[in-house]
């Protein structure tokens, strides 16, 4: 079971960013989307999404996304944005049951056991508006899991939250990957990759310049390709652009 991409072209306007993705990404496994800034990575969730025009195929566990309606294509596949642009005065619980909108509302046991999972119980009543930036990332993953989808998409997910938040959420993503569960997520600290994805993405050029297990995308060579950076691996990688310490 698995989420393809086939000949996927998309972008905005006038401008395409991608021309032919195309990728297999297995359920069960973690899946990292890197490159450097400006190289699409959250277009290309939003094309898979549907929240952008495209052309080509994307296909779920067999199953055409287009060939769905909007609600039932939510209740597929779940979405982390970078961030919200909610101002409305609602509670966290509020935030986090928008996620059972895709089902008719309800789920109180869904919205408990979401909120419960990220660590946000105690911010239920808190406006959302009021919280810190890693706090609003919480919610917002929060009321993803809500959602009760399979196939999970995050974009730069973990990039407000601090060490500790940070490593409890790539605990959660592991345990959903763990139970078959399809997530992809947009990371920009490769290190961050490194440790907590099982396979990676790298884009380049509005196309895929390499994919497979993460230790062989995370390495000297992509990374000088697409980054113009030496990787020095180790334990703990470092990066240095080419010529230094020579």
């Known amino acids: 079971m698995s989420l393809e991409l086939h000949g996927l072209r998309?972008?905005?306007?006038?401008?395409?960013?991608f021309d032919g993705?195309?990728?297999?990404?297995?359920?069960?496994?973690?899946?990292?989307?890197?490159?450097?800034?400006?190289?699409?990575?959250?277009?290309?969730?939003?094309?898979?999404?549907?929240?952008?025009?495209?052309?080509?195929?994307?296909?779920?566990d067999g199953q055409e996304l287009g060939a769905l309606s909007p609600p039932e294509r939510a209740r597929r596949v779940?979405?982390?944005p970078q961030r919200s642009l909610l101002n409305a005065p609602l509670s966290v619980r509020e935030v986090v049951a928008l996620?059972?909108?895709?089902?008719?509302?309800?789920?109180?046991?869904?919205?408990?056991?979401a909120m419960e999972r990220v660590s946000i119980?105690?911010?239920?009543?808190?406006?959302?508006t009021q919280?810190?930036?890693?706090?609003?990332?919480?919610?917002?993953?929060?009321?993803?899991?809500a959602v009760g989808a399979t196939t999970l998409l995050l974009d730069e997910a973990t990039s407000a939250l601090d060490l500790g938040h940070a490593l409890a959420i790539h605990r959660v993503l592991r345990e959903l990957a763990d139970q078959g569960h399809l997530v992809v997520s947009v990371l920009h600290d490769l290190a961050e990759a490194q440790r907590h994805a099982d396979d990676a993405?790298?884009?380049h050029e509005g196309r895929v310049h390499a994919f497979?297990?993460?230790?062989?995308?995370?390495?000297?060579?992509?990374?000088?390709?697409?980054?113009?950076?030496?990787?020095?691996?180790?334990?703990?990688?470092?990066?240095?652009?080419?010529?230094?310490?020579?």
Do not use: C
Request: hydrophobic share 40%; no cysteine.
């Open 21 to 60: 993705v195309d990728l297999r990404l297995e359920r069960g496994r973690i899946t990292a989307l890197l490159g450097p800034n400006g190289v699409g990575k959250s277009t290309l969730l939003k094309a898979i999404l549907g929240l952008l025009p495209s052309q080509g195929r994307i296909t779920l």
């Open 212 to 246: 497979g297990p993460v230790s062989g995308i995370v390495a000297p060579e992509p990374i000088l390709q697409v980054y113009g950076v030496q990787m020095h691996p180790g334990q703990a990688p470092s990066w240095s652009l080419p010529g230094e310490g020579e």
């Open 131 to 145: 919280l810190s930036g890693g706090e609003r990332q919480r919610v917002l993953l929060a009321r993803a899991l």
């Open 201 to 203: 993405v790298l884009l």
């Open 99 to 113: 996620g059972r909108f895709v089902h008719g509302g309800g789920g109180r046991k869904q919205v408990d056991q």
């Open 121 to 128: 119980t105690a911010l239920a009543e808190r406006p959302f």
């Open 10 to 17: 998309a972008g905005h306007r006038d401008h395409q960013v």
């Open 78 to 80: 779940a979405y982390v």
